[in-house]
């Protein structure tokens, strides 16, 4: 069964806006995760937030997590039309549950 | 990062046959293998997790002999669809992860393998 849920679905926005994707999962993690997914490729890690963590940035990327809420959201700051894909949160279990199990995915159309 | 190499990119059979997707870690010791099935504009589904030199652990509502597992080295491993129907059309995404890392850090994924069965 799905872990993560990405909301929206779908997000159009203009080039130079930001970009905001929410995913929530349900049972407790060692870590979450974001991808990136560009049209019939593979996945393309983006960063990576500990359970412990709150929050974690990587260049445009924000990422925050509330354990409390098992809610994280990524924040992408000035977006390019390049930044068209789709964005993926997995969490990872605890113990030995290794699993990556992931979202159901954003969707994100940057228009020029 | 470690890099993932995934092939062939894309394969057409007919429905009956059998078609064989590849996964190799090109730097790095792949001690666990995850293989996942994605339809189209939806999420990961994993498949199954594959330990070297073990048999391979299936999700469940997957079938195991339709869906054979091969992770014989630590640098292989092979997913083989067999007797291919249609329905089996779907982009194939195979990850690996070393011993050290597996539960740590990021997942390495391969390019993705796009079968179409006709």
Redesign the interface.
């Known amino acids: 069964s799905?872990q993560g849920e990405e909301d929206p679905q779908a997000l159009s926005i203009q080039e130079g806006e930001n970009a905001t994707m929410n995913c929530s999962y349900k049972t407790s993690i060692?870590?979450l995760?974001w991808?990136r997914q560009n049209s019939?490729?593979?996945?393309?890690?983006l960063i990576?937030i500990?359970s412990n963590e709150r929050e974690k940035h990587s260049g445009r990327l924000r990422v925050t997590l509330d354990t409390s809420k098992k809610s994280s959201s990524l924040l992408i700051t000035a977006s390019r039309a390049a930044d068209t894909a789709s964005y993926?949160c997995?969490t990872?279990g605890g113990g030995s549950n290794?699993?990556?199990?992931?979202?159901?995915?954003t969707?994100l159309t940057v228009n020029p | 990062g470690a890099v993932v190499s995934q092939h062939p990119s894309r394969v057409i059979c007919k429905s009956g046959t059998s078609v064989k997707i590849e996964c190799r870690s090109l730097d790095f010791q792949a001690t666990t293998m995850f293989w996942y099935r994605q339809f189209p504009k939806q999420s990961l589904m994993l498949m199954a997790t594959s330990n070297e030199g073990s048999k391979a652990t299936y999700e469940q509502g997957v079938e195991k002999d339709k869906f054979l597992i091969n992770h014989a080295s630590l640098t292989l491993s092979t997913l083989t669809v067999t007797s291919a129907h249609p329905e089996d059309s779907s982009f194939y995404i195979c990850s690996a992860s070393s011993r050290r890392t597996v539960l740590d850090t990021e997942a390495f994924f391969g390019q993705g393998t796009r079968l179409t069965v006709v």
Do not use: D, E, W
């Open positions: 799905q060692n870590n995760q991808y019939g490729r593979g996945l393309v890690h990576l500990r993926f997995a990872r290794y699993k990556l199990t992931f979202g159901k995915g969707l």
